[in-house]
């Protein structure tokens, strides 16, 4: 069978890549199968619940409806797809080196059922040379003997959960595909749902420029999170250098400083980037320093907050705002919130957490803003917070997202 001329997108992986990625496929004119292996989620898409901040209920709801969009555990289903994107997670193994067991999990089962003339193409993050070393191979070995003509491409997401700017369509794309067969068919689709497709070489060059992307990102936060502890050392407001240097109109780009690195991308790509680079004989010392300096901030951040306790307390009651990685989603996966809280609670702290988009975390709920407290930190400045109702209460606080300016109560990072 050949699916090609259908225009039916299958999508392997329903989370924060997948979902929009399915909606915005819908908006372009695409019926989507959206496959996911967690049978509990793909019941609440089915339900018209949504997983993901980004994707409103109503949106799913009248994809649903209008049956151009369905969940399913049924991977055969993308038998009758002519585009197939993998969207499912790349994380660390316990040695913090990749795991690709979900992403080979993933083509594994859909290889047998591949149509003949399909585009697969991984958007999941992963170092260079996992389509063709990975994905290929898995889906030349499986896939059956009437799907001859199987197309590849390489189109790492970038979407940025919780950005209303940034989104799906008005965020180009890169594609590095294996052929030039592959390349067209890998342009047609984006382009049917992205404002901008850009062609690069080959799939590893894309692979490694979604590397670079989050490792920039990764290694400036490093040096504004180390610069940070030698202008409080120094006496001086950090964020009115930033803002400072930000009027120089070339060469500066403000990054600000926090608790650490959180979610799946920022403390995980760039390690997919060292363990290629020690695969390769090469050492990527500067980005294990700036790994290693942002995993030392929720340690920093506790000791200031103590710091600011008064001497005959012996537990102080801590309250930490905001436990998401970052702003206006409730995703804590890698927040370095957890490792404040562990050390805090070292140090014979009371913790207690407030955040309006995480019910529950760790095994705790989320206490209410007005929790006694002899020290707030504000971790993460989640929409709707009324972060100034804190300081008539007169308490110390730790204000981690500069949110709180020139308050007398309130001690920067
Ligand atoms: N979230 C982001 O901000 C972001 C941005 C750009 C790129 N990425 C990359 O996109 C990929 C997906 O990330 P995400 O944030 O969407 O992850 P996610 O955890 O939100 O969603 C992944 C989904 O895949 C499903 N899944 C896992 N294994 C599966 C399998 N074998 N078959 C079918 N479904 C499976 C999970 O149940 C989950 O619903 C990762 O490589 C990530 O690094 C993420």
């Known amino acids: 069978m050949s699916a090609q001329r259908s225009k039916i997108l299958a999508i392997i992986g329903q989370g924060y890549v997948g979902l929009p990625l ?6 372009a004119g695409w019926t989507v199968i959206g496959i996911d292996n967690f049978a509990a989620k793909v019941e609440q898409i089915n339900g018209g619940s949504s997983p993901v901040e980004d994707i409103s209920d109503t949106q799913l709801q009248a994809a649903i409806s209008k049956s151009v969009y ?14 197939i994107t993998i969207c499912v997670p790349t994380p660390l193994d316990d040695k913090r080196e990749p795991d690709l067991t979900l992403l080979r999990n993933a083509v594994t089962a859909i290889a047998p059922y591949i149509s003949n003339e399909t585009l697969v193409v991984s958007e999941s993050t992963s170092y260079p040379g996992t389509l063709r070393d990975i994905v290929i191979p898995i889906i030349n070995q499986n896939k059956s003997k009437d799907s001859k003509s199987v197309h590849f491409a390489s189109a790492p997401e970038r979407v940025n959960p919780g950005d209303a700017i940034w989104n799906q369509k008005n965020t180009p794309r890169l594609i590095g ?11 047609d689709f984006y382009e049917s749902i ?33 610069f940070t502890q030698l202008c409080s050392a120094g006496g001086i407001n950090v964020h009115e250098v930033i803002d400072a240097a930000s009027s120089k109109p070339y060469g500066f780009m403000p990054f600000r400083p ?19 680079a020690r695969q390769n004989g090469s050492k990527a010392a500067f980005i294990e320093s700036a790994d290693s300096i942002n995993h030392a901030m929720p340690k920093y951040v506790a000791e200031r907050a103590l710091s600011m ?16 990685y970052k702003p206006g989603v409730g995703d804590v996966r890698e927040t370095p919130v957890s490792e404040l809280r562990a050390h805090l609670m070292a140090k014979g702290a009371e913790v207690a957490w407030h955040d309006p988009l995480v019910p ?48 007398k109560s309130v001690s920067s990072l």
């Open 22 to 27: 399915a909606m915005a496929a819908v908006d």
């Open 70 to 83: 369905t969940a399913t555990t049924d991977f055969s289903l993308v038998s009758r797809a002519s585009v």
């Open 177 to 187: 595909a294996i052929d030039q067969e592959s390349q067209e068919r890998a342009l």
């Open 194 to 226: 992205c404002g901008a497709a850009i062609s690069v070489s080959t799939p590893e060059v894309a692979e490694a420029a979604k590397l670079l992307e989050n490792t920039f990102r990764l290694v400036n936060i490093a040096l504004i999170n180390e």
């Open 258 to 276: 926090g608790v650490g690195v959180g979610g799946h991308c920022i403390p995980v790509d760039p390690l997919y980037l060292t363990w290629w």
């Open 309 to 324: 306790v008064g001497e005959n307390i012996k537990n102080p009651k801590i309250l930490i705002i905001g436990v998401a």
């Open 360 to 407: 529950i975390w760790e095994g705790t709920n989320s206490v209410g803003l007005e929790w006694e407290c002899d020290v707030a930190i504000i971790a993460t400045n989640q929409p709707g917070m009324k972060l100034t109702e804190l300081i008539s209460k007169g308490i110390q606080i730790l204000d981690c997202t500069n949110s709180l300016n020139g308050q």
